[in-house]
Nanobody, 123 residues
Framework: QVQLVESGGGLVQAGGSLRLSCAAS?????MGWFRQAPGKEREFVAA????????YYADSVKGRFTISRDNAKNTMYLQMSSLKPEDTAVYYC???????????????????WGQGTQVTVSS
């Protein structure tokens, strides 16, 4: 069983930046970020393969967010720039424990989930 712990959320003004971190307690394959805004379904944000060589983004964040990972530290990151009020949500990290694909955009592909971290972007 792998545990995931997110950190780095907070309140930021529109146009600002934040970096989220997700620390894993063990080895993982594909890792991803999802988010859920109030009253909305959880949605895919970005994914990265186990090697870190391949990444994939939702159209809504492409060009503004960057996903990365440091396997020596078992940690994944999400650098968020040019933030918009519509980016406000609880952000969750997820990890696949047994398989690897950058196209894991659906939550059922992931075996482990963090508790979430709130990101609020004020206008």
């Amino acid at each position: 069983q792998v545990q995931l712990v997110e950190s780095g959320g907070g309140l930021v003004q529109a146009g600002g930046s934040l970096r989220l971190s997700c620390a894993a307690s063990g080895r993982t394959y594909t890792m991803g970020w999802f988010r859920q805004a109030p009253g909305k379904e959880r949605e895919f944000v970005a994914a990265i393969t186990g090697s870190g060589m391949s990444t994939y983004y939702a159209d809504s964040v492409k060009g503004r967010f960057t996903i990365s990972r440091d396997n020596a530290k078992n940690t994944m990151y999400l650098q968020m720039s040019s933030l918009k009020p519509e980016d406000t949500a609880v952000y969750y990290c997820a990890a696949a424990g047994y398989s690897d694909s950058v196209f894991y955009t659906r939550d059922y592909r992931y075996d482990y989930w963090g508790q979430g971290t709130q990101v609020t972007v004020s206008s």
